[in-house]
């Protein structure tokens, strides 16, 4: 690891100072991505700006079906909270199948998301769940919000400090990990809310998280994983690599849909 | 650089560390505690595992400055003197391992799993849970059998104490 300087943020406002202040700072949170890619250098921020210890960034809260959670909130605490586990079931499950008991620690859905890792679990649930992403400076649709791979739509000093979202009639979420990595090789969280079938595929597109049109349209008129039969999608714009083809990929993902569908209704 | 305190095994500790000083380095250089063993260094094999702030972490994977002002129990911090914590005890007599060198980080993420589960554990939610360990001589099976029947004792010791 290059050197580094280390700065612990007592609020949001101080983070914001610091990261204006300071060019090649990166803000840290759990650090379950940034400190082994330090290590790797194949990052190497000049600064490091803990956000861990700002209370304000931490919390769940579900008011009606309206559900909060702030960004420094761990996996862990996701995974295990009540209120949220009645509000939206396949969004702790999700958390807790993140990483092992010892990432979801530490690691936080904020830095899952402005980290939008094209395998991270957290995107496709909150594209499938419209949710909101609440900054230090305005608020973004997560539609919005993620843009490419490990890119978002966060500005210059711009700082996730909440998730928002309405829990959904019905959610659920599938993955196939990669047998090594244990990232999702295809990942789809599917929602069904008042405003329709969303799905939203996760560790399977080569421009990171993205919905499914032609899902959504099948899944519109029947909620059924049956409802996907035969379906096929192309294989254009999946990612390829040594774990799997783009082929198949694009079929892991419907295989992946049917499962997230039948959990969603279980 | 910046100075570090935080209680190690009960102890405080304060030290001068580069920022970059990863906690299990800070554990093993500037305390001499080798315990805590670096196998992966990549975050994938769980030896490093130490309890920070009663929840169990991967040493390699945060700074020692990030965990200043923190309490830290490593794998020298489970014995009561020279009576063994029941984790130990259950790997020892369960021979839950072979070359020892996952056996810190297997210990501390078994007590930490079974103080998340004071319901008692099963052996499905014990491998499930040792995602982030492991282990390339026992085949896991008799470090499944040392968990199981240290959350035995250990929940049968939490019932005596109430």
């Known amino acids: 690891m290059y050197s580094v300087n280390y700065h612990r943020a007592a609020s ?78 396949a969004f702790v499950k999700l958390a807790g199948s993140i990483g ?27 594209l499938a769940l419209g949710a909101t992403v609440v900054t230090n400076k305005r608020e973004v649709a997560a539609e919005d919000f993620f843009t490419g791979l490990f890119e978002t739509a966060l500005g210059e000093g711009e700082i996730v400090t909440a998730i928002r979202f309405t829990a959904p009639q019905a959610a659920g979420y599938q993955k196939f990990r990669n047998p090594a990595s244990r990232y999702a090789m295809a990942g789809v969280f599917v929602a069904r809310g008042s405003d329709g079938v969303k799905v939203a595929v996760t560790g399977a597109g080569d421009n990171g998280v993205f919905r499914s049109a032609e899902m959504e349209a099948a899944l519109s008129s029947n909620f059924d994983a049956a409802a996907l039969d035969g379906l096929t999608l192309p294989a254009d714009g999946m990612m390829s690599d040594i774990h799997a083809s783009a082929d198949y ?18 | 650089m910046s100075e570090v305190k935080m209680v190690v095994n009960g102890r405080t500790i304060t030290g001068n560390v580069e920022d970059r000083t990863l906690l299990v380095h800070f554990l093993r250089e500037n305390l001499g505690m080798t315990g805590t063993h670096v196998g992966c260094d990549t975050s994938q094999c769980g030896a490093c595992v130490v309890h920070l702030d ?28 020279s009576d063994l914590h029941p984790v130990q005890a259950a790997f020892r007599e369960h021979h839950g391992l072979q070359c020892g ?21 099963d052996e499905k939610t014990v491998r499930a849970e040792l995602e982030g360990n492991i282990c390339r001589c026992t085949g896991y099976h008799n470090i499944v059998k040392a968990i199981l029947a240290a959350s035995e004792v250990m929940s049968k010791g939490a019932a005596k104490a109430a």
């Open chain 1, 12 to 89: 949001v406002e101080d983070a914001a100072r610091l990261l204006a202040a300071n060019d090649e700072a990166k803000l840290v949170s759990g650090g379950m991505t940034l400190i082994p890619a330090m290590k790797t250098r194949l990052a190497a921020p000049s600064d490091l700006i803990d956000l861990r210890h700002i209370a304000a960034l931490k919390g769940i809260s579900v008011s009606g079906s309206t559900v909060t959670i702030g960004a420094g909130t761990t996996h862990a605490e996701v995974a295990a909270s009540q209120e949220l586990a009645a509000a939206c079931p």
């Open chain 1, 100 to 126: 092992d008991p010892h990432v979801r620690h530490l690691g936080t859905i904020g830095g899952s998301v402005a980290n939008n890792d094209p395998a991270a679990d957290y995107p496709a649930a909150l």
């Open chain 1, 249 to 266: 990929r694009a079929n892991l993902v419907v295989v992946m849909a049917k499962r997230a569908v039948a959990a969603a209704n279980g």
């Open chain 2, 54 to 81: 009663g929840k169990a972490v991967k040493s390699c994977s945060i700074l020692a400055v990030q965990a200043s002002g923190s309490e830290v129990v490593t794998i020298e911090g489970l014995a009561d003197g």
């Open chain 2, 101 to 121: 060198f996952c056996t810190p980080g297997m210990i501390m993420a078994a007590t930490d799993m079974i103080n998340r589960h004071p319901e008692g554990l």
